[in-house]
């Protein structure tokens, strides 16, 4: 049944349309979405559904200081973030995708973490959090959640966030939005730590390094 519908898709005006990667060297935090919907292939930008509050998300939760929209996914870098694919095929929602399409998709995807260092990988939606989990055997049995997660990805540590689509019924907007602010909360306090440990090695240990270490720890709470 999925090569039926994938062949039917495949005659579609955006089926052969691929959204570029918006990351730069430098970057702090990668999202990182399942595949494009059709109306981000068509438009050529990320999280571009009507429904979609990624940009709106960004942007009350403080990770960005201004209000964007899909439009401006190429602005992305400016803030230290990028934005990619774990598919990079177009589709109507991913029941249309294949099981050899996400293992290729891991396999580019790790080659792009190890190439561009991010601290943190931000996987849009807990679906694709799952699929990374059955990959690395690594759930052990407990409950996914959005938040900061025990994994690592060629060094970058993997933060979850549910997916902000209108069509999530799983998450209020309120709970979507408690978790991009845990992410923000996530990033400053990586800042204080790498801020904290250059202050160490210029001058040893000092008080305001000190307190900004500790004061870290209470980001990477998992639910």
Request: hydrophobic fraction near 40%.
């Amino acid at each position: 049944m999925l090569n039926v519908t994938l062949m039917a898709n495949d005659t579609k005006p955006w089926a052969h349309l691929r959204l570029k990667d918006r990351i730069r060297p430098g970057v702090r935090v990668l999202f990182v979405g399942i595949n494009p919907g059709v109306r981000s292939a068509e438009t050529g930008h990320h999280f571009a559904g009507y429904s979609n509050r990624f940009w709106k998300l960004l942007y009350e939760s403080g990770l960005v200081p201004e209000p964007i929209s899909y439009r401006d996914d190429g602005r992305l870098p400016e803030w230290g973030f990028g934005v990619t694919n774990l598919i990079a095929r177009p589709s109507p929602g991913i029941d249309d995708l294949e099981p050899a399409e996400y293992l290729k998709g891991w396999s580019i995807l790790e080659r792009k973490i190890k190439k561009f260092k991010p601290g943190v990988v931000a996987f849009v939606g807990v679906t694709l959090y799952r699929s990374f989990c059955l990959r690395a055997d690594a759930t052990n049995g407990k409950k996914l959640c959005v938040g900061i997660q025990p994994q690592t990805i060629q060094g970058a540590r993997v933060f979850v966030l549910p997916n902000p689509s209108g069509r999530n019924a799983n998450f209020s907007y309120a709970e979507m939005l408690a978790a991009f602010g845990r992410l923000r909360t996530a990033v400053r306090s990586r800042r204080a730590r790498a801020g904290a440990k250059g202050a160490r090695g210029a001058d040893g240990a000092n008080g305001a390094g000190a307190r900004g270490a500790n004061g870290a720890k209470g980001a990477d709470a998992r639910c």
